[in-house]
Structures are given as C-alpha cells and as structure tokens.
C-alpha cells in the first residue's frame, strides 16, 4: 500500500512541476502566441543553474557556491530569464519563426553544452552532490518526499494565481490584443515587443522555476534531463488541455505525463523482448500523433480558452453569465 | 585548415540543398517546417530501398562505378526517391498542414510540423532500426590531392560537389528563364499579387512541394554518402539547414544555396577552435550572429 | 431591374448588383452596393474613407468573399470568380500598393503578366515598350529600383499585358506626386478612349471627376449618389456633402 502511495506521491509531484512549465507555456503561447521550440533549454537552465548554485563546491567545476536553497532557485530562474531575455531581444521584433528556430537552437545548443562543457555543468556525468533542502528535519524516504509534494503544489498553486491575476490584468488584456492584432494594439501606443518580451521572459522563469525544483527533487540532472523530448511534451500537454486556459494547461500536464507513464510501462510490459529497444520510437510517434490530431481535430483543446469578451467589466450580469 | 574548409564545401552541398525547399516552404506557406529535414531522412531511406531493389533485379547494376563507391544501382534510385518524397512532401500537406492551415493560424502549423516530424522520424526508426546503415559496404578510398600539407578527398565527394551544383544550376535556370520561375518567386514575394497576374496559387504550392521535397531527397542521399544513415539524421540536419536559411535570408533561394555553404564551412572550421563536441551548437552561433547584425539575412528582404 | 433590355444596356460592361461583400463572414463591409462600367469610359468610385471602394473593387477582383448579390461582366456571371481566372475573362486589376513583384526584373513581371497562350506575346511586348518607353528602356532591371511613378506605369503595363477590356484601378495614384499623378490619370484617359473600359477608384477626387464620364459616391459600404461626373463636380450639394465643401470649389 505505501509502495503505490509512495509511487503517486512520486507520479504527482513530477506532474506538477511539469504543470508548472506548461503554465510558462500558456503564457507565452496561449495568452500571447509566441512559439517557444526549446522549453527545454529553460527549464533546464532553471536545473542546472539551482543545483550548480546551490550545490557544494566541486573540483574542477566553477559550480558549486553552496548558495542558501532559496537564493539558488531564484538564481535559476534569473539564468533562465536571462537566457530568454536575450533571445527574445533578438527575435521578437521579426517574423514569429525567428523566435521558434532560435528556441529551438537554444536547445540544441544547451544541451550541447551541459554535456560538453565539464567545467560547468559536469558534462556527461552531470551536476551531482547537491543537498536537498530541509533533508536533515525531515529526513529521507517517504516522508521528504510527501512533504516536497506539497511544497510543489503550493507553487503550483501559487503560479496559477499569479497568472490568472496577471491574465485578467490590463497587462493581460494587452497580450491577448497583441495577439490578435498586433496592428491595433501598436496604434494604441503600445510597443508590442516590449510587451512580448515582458511575456515571454516571465513565461521562460516560470518554466526556470519548474527545472528548479525538478532539480531539487532529483538532486541530480544531467544532458538526459534536457533532451528535446521535454519539450514535445510540454506542448502536448498545453495542446490537448487547451491553449490559453491555465486550467487546461495543468489538467493537460497531468492528462499527459499520465498516459505517457502508462504507455512507457505497457510497452515495456508487453511488448516482445526484441522490440523493447523500439519503445522509446512508438512514444514518440504517439506524441507526435497526439500533438497533430489535435491540432487537425480540436485545436482548441479538451478544455477550450474562455473567450473573455472586452467589455465585460462595464457589464457584470455578462460577467457572471459566462 | 585546408581541409576543413573542403570538407566545409561538401557539407554545405547537401546544406544547400535541404535548405532551398525549406526557404520556399518558409516564405510561401509561411511557417518554419521543422519536418522539411524528415524529408532528407525519407529520401536517404528511399533511395536505400530503391537502391536495394535495382541491385536485385539488375545484379550488375550493383558494381561499382570506380573510383566512386556509388552504384549505377544507386544512381537510378536517386530519381525515383525524388518522386517519392516529392509526393510525400505533398501528401503531408495535403492531408496535415492544410487541414491545420484552414483551422488555425500559422503557428498551429509550426506545432503540426514538430509533430510530424517526431512521427516521421521515428516510423523510419521502426522500419529501418536504429543502427546506421550505409549505401555501400565498401570502403571508398580517399584521393590525396596534395601531399604538403597532407589533403584528402573522397571521389563521392567530388561527385556530390558536382551534382549537387549541377541540381542548383537547374534550378536557377528555372527560376529566372521561365514563367514558371517567374511564378514561382512571384508567389514568394507577394501571393495574391501572383493572382492576380494568373498564377493559380494551390497548383504553385503543390509545386513548391514537389521541388522541396525532390531536393531535400537528393539532400538526404549526399548526407548518406558523406556520412551514414541514421534515422535520426533529421534531428541533426534540422538546426543547420534552418541556419542557412536565416543566414541567407528567408525566401531567397540563392540566400539558402549561400547560407548553406557557408553553415558547412564555419561548422567545419569551427573545429580547428572548439572541440569537436560543440560543432551541433555553430549554427545556433551562426543564426545569432545573424539577427545581431543582418536580422533579414544576406538576401533577405524585411517582410511583416 | 427595370432597366434590362434597354438599348444602351449594351455598352454596359460589367455590372455588380447589391453586393454584399467583407474579409469577416458577420463583419459585411459592402451593403447591398450597385455599380456599372460602361464600355469605353472611365467610371470613377469616390467616398470617405471605410466606404468600401478598395472592396468593392478586391469583391468583383474575387479577392474578397461575397455573400450576396452578382457581378456580371459582358453578359456573363462572374461573382466570386478565382482571381487567377480574372485575366482570362479579360478583366485586369491593378491593386493599390505592392501592385508590382520587386524581386522581379521588369521585363519578367511583364513576362508573368502576358497572358498565357496568347499567340502574339511578343507584339503585345511590343506595343506595351512603345507605350511605355521608360520601361522599355530599364526591362533588365529590377522591378524594386523603379521610382514610384515608374511602378505605376509597370502595375498598368502588367495589366494591359493580359490584354483586358475592363481595368479595375484601385488609387493609382496613391504614394505619387501630383505630376505623376497627373501623368497615369492621362493615361487612363488615353486607354478608355482606345476602347479600354476603366473602373477607377480614387482619392484624388479633384482630377479623378475631372477626367472620368460616370461617377459613383459610396459611404459606409452602400451607394450615395451617382450621376455623370460633370454634373456632380457642378451640384453644389454633393460638393458640400460628399467632396469637402469649399475646398473644391476653390480649386
């Protein structure tokens, strides 16, 4: 009984951080339609950059500046914002697939130097040695990770109101202006990629913050951590929760990492013993067919985005009609 | 050095290859098709088919064309895993992008491409397996060119250098002596203007495909020969074909035929500075530098 | 409706009929918007700005959907015909801006222009060069290093090039300076007379009612008046209302 208690703690606390960074997402994507190809690259800067800041001093490693774990995770985020606020810079003024290939570059080129760069990241080998916080009060097993759970929902929960309220602000009704006419919103004196980069700067910490505490949960992360895989999955669980709906982003995180953790059980479960090197290949051809046939079916997702008319302050019967 | 730089040149054949149906996939549809370098993968494993097929039925098709490790076998297959992938490309947009084109906007259709190009990827992984298969067992042995300092090249080498610009050499004829060319680059710049003027643009764009997807396969056969088959090839060419086009400009064919070259030379001169683990970052460096200094690239015009 | 079968209906050319027309299904920007070419003359759209002239003119073009009324042209049904079937109809369009391929050297954008499978391309080319001498000139060279006066005359020579009865014009004049202005009205005027039929949307109300035999006036996506453009350059009411007044007539 506690092994599957011990494992839904385990399933749930990944889905969650997981929903934390399809919570970035939904930021940059579903609120504001920017198209980010390498989440990966910023979830794992919010990993690296935690354990290497708050991890303890190794040799022939710059990392290790044994930082108190709150000041780590923040750093993470900052390197992950930094990161998107560089490559936003560049792009966000140009055409939208500026910004998808140069993510998607950032990705490649991340993970190219987290496994080559060992006086970093550790190459290969990774980031290791990091202490988890409160380990030494709570103490390993079940218990930490209970508790950790919690902590992760907390955020969660924490992230999710922030966004809602940042949604619903006058700074979120400007995304979604920008979004869907980008034109009338500049004529509004707005400067569009500014607001952009506002938006996907604080979509990319977010995700920096969900590499952190994924980090802080395994204590360890490594070039495996930060494959493209990461990324196709992170979409799809904001694709089939619907883009643009916080809701449907964590209802999605924990839809997905679901089936993709029950599919990479059965597969390994009844596939033929020749064929279990071919696993990984069926989850991505399942993920790829997911994310396409939601897009050609129901590109508006299981949980569409409610469409928040404009004028609703000025009439609170609509409002609550809803 | 010298041989960093040759090597560069032939990297940037088949880079260049990849990446002018990519640019015109790019400016006319109006998305980054992240699955365009599935179809160099698709047209490498095809022609292996093909390959296999006319070596079977026609044994003596399957000798060597010395010096060259290439076949007569492999040099037929070369057309007919054109078609193939020509009609794949098409069928793709046929039956996903222009189902996802009518239903949302354009990014939807980067998303899809992302999509297809996991499943493409990883079909031929479970057709083909997972280990790396070449055209041709033999060894090929490299020519010296020059002894002081010590070069050397392979006659495929030579041979994907020749073809691979003969190929662009068509190319260019069509697109600036024929109406067809005129066509084609008049929809790049300005779709319904291209209307206007007669040109029927669905037809345009099947065309689009069937050029794109011909030359990615011929693309992906040269990667082949240069180095090996892998089912995930694409993965590795997606980054450095998408560099030449931006590095070229996005909608200029001669950009994409430029910018590929010059993303094979610097990723091979690249090595005489960096180890060679970070070649798979220098064209993220290339495509940095670029929007630092030239966002629209060496041929490309500002286009909202 | 009372008009068909009327003798002088046949020097009608193309008629819309209560076009209903927009970009959004729910968002019409043509409401119920009537208007007729004749053969030989220019006829001339005129109204505020939003008035739905440029779609009017993109509606019969088929570049804007339309989701009632007709467009008949010589007798024929064309409503929401494919725009690459225009020419082959004989009907040329010249859009506003962007209305020439940059990329293009001028002697290509004329060569994508011919019609297609038109046996006497090379006569057309000719006569085209004869007309326009300036182009002749530059036909090497890329269509982006006309000035803008030049790529006017390049957008009409693409559209003569089809070899249309009916021209649809949509501000040619807009970005020109008034000499250039003047020159491609003139021009205008020269092809009507040469049998060309015109139907010319303009801002430049001026020189445009001057130069033009019919005159519609649109606002807010539905017909105000029209008459012959004599008559309404005179009436001072239409002046006042429609044509800013004093300005005008002070002219």
Redesign the interface.
Request: avoid cysteine; glycine fraction near 8%; hydrophobic fraction near 55%.
């Given at each position: 009984m506690i092994g599957v208690l011990s494992y839904l703690v385990f399933f749930a606390t990944t889905a969650s951080i997981l929903a934390i960074a399809v919570l970035g997402l939904n930021l940059q994507?579903g609120n504001t339609?920017l198209?980010n190809?390498g989440v990966v690259a910023f979830f794992g800067a919010g990993a690296y950059g935690t354990l290497i800041l708050g991890g303890p001093p190794q040799e022939g490693m710059v990392g290790g500046f044994a930082l108190t774990y709150p000041m780590a995770l923040l750093g993470g985020m900052a390197v992950a914002g930094v990161m998107a606020w560089i490559v936003g810079l560049?792009?966000l003024?140009?055409?939208?697939?500026?910004l998808?290939?140069?993510t998607?570059?950032?990705a490649?080129?991340f993970e190219?130097?987290m496994?080559?760069a060992e006086w970093l990241a550790g190459g290969a080998k990774g980031v290791r040695g990091f202490e988890r916080p409160f380990r030494e009060a709570i103490g390993d097993g079940f218990l930490y990770n209970l508790v950790f759970f919690v902590a992760v929902l907390l955020i969660l929960i924490a992230t999710y109101v922030f966004l809602e309220r940042l949604v619903a602000s006058p700074f979120g009704r400007l995304l979604r202006a920008i979004r869907e006419d980008e034109e009338a919103a500049q004529s509004l004196g707005k400067s569009p990629s500014r607001v952009r980069l506002t938006a996907f700067v604080t979509g990319s910490v977010i995700m920096g913050l969900a590499g952190g505490l994924y980090g802080t949960f395994y204590a360890f992360v490594s070039p495996q951590d930060v494959l493209?895989t990461l990324t196709?999955q992170v979409?799809a669980m904001l694709?089939v929760g619907g883009a643009g709906n916080n809701r449907g982003a964590v209802f999605g995180a924990f839809l997905i990492w679901g089936a993709w953790t029950i599919s990479g059980w059965a597969l390994s479960r009844f596939a033929p013993v020749e064929a279990q090197?071919?696993t990984?290949?069926?989850q991505?051809?399942l993920?790829?067919?997911?994310?396409?046939g939601m897009?050609?079916w129901r590109?508006q997702g299981l949980l569409p985005e409610r469409l928040i008319v404009s004028q609703q302050g000025s009439n609170p019967v609509n409002k609550r009609g809803e | 050095m010298i041989q960093n730089l040759i090597d560069g040149v032939l990297t940037g054949s088949y880079l260049s290859l990849g990446a002018i149906g990519l640019t015109l996939v790019?400016h006319i549809l109006?998305?980054?098709n992240?699955s365009h370098a599935e179809l160099l993968s698709l047209g490498a494993y095809s022609a292996l088919v093909f390959d296999a097929l006319m070596s079977g039925l026609v044994p003596t098709l399957a000798e060597k064309l010395a010096p060259l490790s290439l076949t007569w076998a492999l040099i037929i297959a070369i057309p007919f895993s054109m078609i193939v992938t020509g009609i794949s490309a098409l069928l793709i947009d046929k039956l996903?992008f222009r189902?996802?084109r009518e239903?949302?906007?354009?990014?939807?259709m980067?998303?899809?491409s992302?999509?297809?190009?996991?499943?493409v990827?990883?079909?031929i992984?479970?057709i083909f397996g997972?280990s790396p298969q070449l055209y041709s067992k033999d060894i090929a042995f490299a020519m010296v060119l020059s002894l002081d300092p010590l070069i050397l090249i392979k006659p495929d080498q030579v041979f994907v250098l020749v073809a691979a610009l003969i190929l662009m050499l068509i190319l260019h004829l069509v697109l600036s002596r024929t109406?067809f060319g005129?066509?084609l680059?008049?929809v790049?710049?300005?779709p319904?203007?291209?209307?206007?003027?007669?040109?029927?643009?669905p037809r345009t764009i099947m065309y689009v495909w069937l050029i794109g997807g011909a030359l990615a396969s011929v693309a992906g056969v040269f990667y082949g020969l240069s180095h090996q088959l892998i089912p995930v090839m694409g993965?590795d060419l997606?980054?450095p074909i998408?560099?030449a086009t931006?590095v070229g400009g996005?909608g200029s064919v001669y950009g994409a035929v430029l910018g590929g070259f010059i993303v094979g030379i610097a990723a091979n001169l690249a090595l005489v500075v960096l180890?060679s683990?970070?070649t798979?970052?220098v064209?993220?460096?290339l495509?940095?530098i670029v929007?630092?200094i030239r966002?629209?690239g060496l041929f490309g015009?500002a286009?909202? | 409706m009372l008009i068909l079968g009327q003798p002088w209906m046949t020097n009608v050319v193309l008629e819309a009929r209560e076009l209903t027309a927009g970009y959004v299904p729910d968002l019409p920007i043509l409401r119920g918007v009537s208007v007729r070419a004749m053969r030989g003359k220019i006829t001339l759209i005129i109204g505020p700005n939003g008035a739905g002239k440029s779609t009017l003119i993109k509606a019969i073009?088929g570049?804007v959907p339309i989701s009632a009324g007709t467009v008949n042209f010589e007798g024929t049904d064309i409503t929401g015909l494919?725009?690459?079937?225009?020419?082959?109809h004989g009907i040329a369009?010249v859009?506003q801006n962007?209305?020439?391929?940059?990329?293009?050297t001028i002697r290509?954008?004329l060569?994508?222009?011919l019609?297609?499978g038109s046996a006497n391309g090379v006569a057309v080319l000719d006569h085209l060069f004869a007309q326009f001498p300036a182009l002749a000139e530059k036909q090497k060279d890329k269509a982006g290093s006309l000035s803008g006066g030049q790529r006017q005359f390049l957008a009409i020579a693409?559209a003569l090039a089809?070899e249309p009865r009916l021209i649809l014009m949509d501000e040619p004049s807009a970005g020109l300076s008034p000499k250039a202005t003047q020159e491609v009205l003139e021009h205008a005027r020269v092809l009507a007379t040469s049998g060309v039929s015109i139907l010319l949307v303009e801002q430049n109300v001026n020189q445009a009612m001057r130069l033009s035999d019919h005159c519609y006036i649109l606002a807010e996506g539905r017909n105000q008046i029209d008459g012959p453009s004599d008559d309404l350059r005179n009436d001072s009411v239409v002046g006042e209302i429609y044509l800013g007044g004093r300005r005008l007539r002070s002219s």
């Open positions: 994507w339609g198209f190809g560049l792009t003024r140009l055409r939208h697939d500026y998808a290939i140069a998607f570059g950032v490649v080129a190219n130097l496994r080559n493209p196709f979409w694709i090197l071919y990984g290949s069926v991505f051809i993920i790829g067919a997911v994310i396409v897009l050609v590109p | 790019m109006r998305f980054a992240f996903i189902r996802v239903k949302g906007q354009e990014l939807s980067v998303f899809a992302f999509g297809m190009a996991l499943i990827r990883n079909i992984g479970l997972l109406t005129y066509a680059r008049a790049a710049e300005n319904s203007l291209a209307q206007v003027n007669g040109v029927n643009l993965r997606v980054l998408f560099a931006i996005i180890p683990g970070y798979p970052s064209p993220f460096l495509i940095i929007l630092m966002p629209h015009e286009r909202a | 073009a570049l494919r725009t690459d079937r225009l020419a082959s369009y859009p962007n209305n020439i391929f940059r990329s293009l290509q954008n060569d994508l222009a019609r297609r693409m089809a």
